[in-house]
């Protein structure tokens, strides 16, 4: 059973246009959900992250809006650049239980066209 | 630089020859693990070590092997290889005394082909 539902699984966009890749989750027990961005041949880096006592968050270009009640987040990417260009993944935890596990997303394939 | 650090970065090997891929960190990190990646499937973690001598199953962790004798290092052992093993895999690593950080580091991933 797929604790973290992530899509679309490949998103194509111009220049700066605004990229938005989803995720639901189902255990409510999760408190903290992160974004790591991948580029090929590269280990995967976060990127940026939430808990649920937010809303929003943004850091730069990247935004993450958050609705608890829906059990979903979702990654804006705000006048994308082809250096955007890479595998995102979303992810969630529940820290608050001692566990440091990160339940992955099956990625979302970013490509910015110029 | 604070990194983790995994060997080989490519493997090409067939089955049942048995191999281990190295991974360290230089973070003084207690939590480490062992993910594959895979086309359409993400991440999954194989297995997982909260501390030396402390280790135990992810999501995946059969035909695998791991230990945590120091601190630093956390290889992962294949027995007896098989070609659904053929795979991407990454090494990552946190702090567990910090309230503050979540961040798992990610080493540079090995690609394995077993043929």
């Known amino acids: 059973q797929q604790q973290v539902k992530q899509s679309p699984q490949s998103l194509i966009v111009q220049k700066g246009g605004i990229p938005i890749i989803n995720c639901a989750y189902e255990?409510?027990?999760?408190?903290?959900f992160p974004w790591y961005q991948q580029f090929p041949g590269k280990g995967p880096a976060l990127l940026i992250a939430?808990?649920?006592?937010?809303s929003e968050k943004k850091e730069g270009r990247f935004t993450i809006s958050f609705n608890k009640s829906a059990k979903q987040f979702s990654l804006h990417i705000m006048d994308s650049q082809p250096g955007d260009s890479a595998t995102y993944f979303c992810a969630a935890s529940n820290s608050g239980a001692g566990s440091y596990q990160l339940t992955f997303g099956k990625g979302t394939k970013l490509s910015v066209i110029p | 630089e604070a990194q983790v650090t995994q060997n080989p970065r490519y493997l090409i090997t067939v089955t049942g020859k048995k191999l281990t891929v190295t991974c360290s960190q230089n973070m003084n990190h207690e939590y480490m693990s062992w993910y594959r990646q895979d086309p359409g499937l993400g991440l999954r973690q194989i297995y997982y070590?909260?501390?030396?001598?402390?280790?135990d199953k992810g999501d995946v962790p059969e035909g695998y092997k791991v230990s945590r004798k120091e601190k630093r290092n956390f290889p992962l052992i294949l027995e007896s290889p098989s070609p659904n093993q053929t795979s991407l895999y990454f090494c990552a690593s946190r702090t567990t005394t910090s309230r503050l950080s979540h961040t798992q580091y990610f080493g540079p991933g090995t690609r394995l082909t077993v043929l």
């Open positions: 255990n409510t027990a999760f408190d903290y």
């Open positions: 070590s909260m501390n030396v001598e402390v280790t």
């Open positions: 939430i808990r649920p006592d937010v």
